[in-house]
């Protein structure tokens, strides 16, 4: 069974978790986490790919530095604005 996969939703957790270790003033809840994560993915451009269903084996395509750059860009931005906004702010 194949299945489509985002794998940019990896790349960004790959660098958010990395990121999060020099934030130690940011929540680390589980809403904050995914807030972050869903504001850094809707300005990035999503890479689909076809991956086997328990092949744990993902091939990700690291083309270049400076995607990289922009991913961890967003994700610095996502991190700044739900510090300011934590929990889904006053939902
Ligand atoms: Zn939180």
Redesign the pocket.
Same mark, same amino acid.
């Given at each position: 069974m194949n299945e489509l996969k985002n794998y940019m939703e990896d790349l960004v957790d790959i660098h958010l978790n990395k990121l999060l270790e020099e934030y130690k003033d940011v +929540?680390? +809840?589980n809403? +904050?986490i995914l807030d972050i994560k869903a504001m850094a993915l809707n300005n990035l451009k999503p890479r689909y790919g076809v991956t086997q269903r328990g092949n744990l084996f993902i091939r990700i395509d690291e083309s270049t530095n400076e995607s990289n750059v922009k991913i961890i860009s967003e994700i610095i931005k996502a991190i700044e604005k739900v510090s300011k906004n934590?929990?889904g702010g006053d939902e």
């Open positions: +929540c680390k +809840c809403r +904050c934590p929990h």
